[in-house]
């Protein structure tokens, strides 16, 4: 009797080794390799399928130029374009100019950025902050680049510091009104448990409230960074001796169309990458979100 009772524990000791914690999932004796996912194939389907628009549009509008069905002081054809690109980078004039021009957008936007996170830290954190900043940054946002352009060139001249000013007055505010309302947004139950955790005003900043406005502080990166750009071609454009600005304006002025288009595609493309660095950078800080992707 003893052995047949040894005999079940037995086979119940076994049934039981051969499922998991949860005791619903069998415990294979052979193990699975796990293969890394590929991650370059999505990328390059998506990359595959943005660009087929540009790439049809360029065919077409090439086909067009050499048909003669539009006028090539009107509108060059890709291929004189890609000419003009080459000499521009072959005689060096290209990467001078589009270096003047990334530095003078990094530096506007690191002082304009730093400050608008600074603010919108400030106005977020405390009400009186809000009643006392809040109203005159609102109004000077909505004064357009090119009302106050001519007012900073006016008060620094043509030198380098109004071109910075004006930069960095238009990266100032996305930043500013993302964190504003990315801390504004946290959610109260958050704070509650931050009391009962014994938080201290600098670790409630640091360990709950920047980490839960994040993604509303990366979206203002990102937006200023953009407004940043644009402010470098507002800048350029007005007066400068130097940068991809001055290369369309000074092809303007000698009816160089081909090189009108070059600087404009210039500032497209690079303005393109470095939103997509910032969007890199926004699923690294962000991989935690649970978010629609579509």
Not at 47 to 62: N, R
Request: aromatic share 10%; hydrophobic share 50%.
């Amino acid at each position: 009797m003893s052995d047949s009772v040894e005999i079940i524990i037995n086979q119940a000791k076994a049934v039981r080794e051969a499922h998991d914690y949860s005791g619903t999932a069998p415990i294979w004796s052979k193990k699975k390799t796990k293969t890394a996912p590929v991650v370059w194939r999505p990328l390059l389907s998506d990359l595959g399928i943005g660009a087929l628009i540009p790439v049809v549009t360029v065919a077409v509008w090439q086909l067009a130029g050499s048909a003669g069905w539009i006028s090539s002081e009107f509108l060059p054809t890709p291929l004189s374009i890609a000419r003009s690109f080459v000499e521009l980078f072959a005689s060096g004039q290209l990467l001078h100019h589009l270096g003047v021009s990334i530095g003078r957008a990094g530096i506007g936007f690191l002082i304009g950025g730093i400050l608008g996170l600074l603010f919108g830290v400030l106005t977020g954190l405390f009400r009186s902050a809000e009643y006392v900043l809040d109203p005159s940054v609102q109004v000077l946002r909505l004064v357009p680049h090119l009302a106050i352009a001519p007012l900073i060139i006016l008060w620094f001249g043509f030198g380098e510091v109004s071109k910075v000013a004006i930069i960095m007055s238009g990266s100032f505010f996305p930043l500013y009104i993302n964190t504003f309302a990315g801390i504004r947004g946290v959610d109260n139950k958050l704070f509650e448990v931050a009391r009962v955790l014994g938080f201290s005003p600098s670790q409630k900043l640091l360990r709950l409230i920047l980490p839960a406005a994040l993604p509303s502080i990366l979206l203002g990166l990102r937006l200023s960074l953009a407004v940043a750009w644009i402010g470098l071609v507002v800048a350029e454009l007005i007066g400068s001796q130097s940068g991809v600005g001055f290369l369309i304006n000074e092809a303007k002025q000698n009816s160089h169309t081909e090189i009108i288009f070059v600087g404009i595609i210039i500032f497209a493309v690079v303005g393109k990458l470095i939103d997509s660095l910032f969007k890199v950078i926004e699923r690294k800080f962000l991989f935690w979100r649970e978010s629609y992707q579509g």
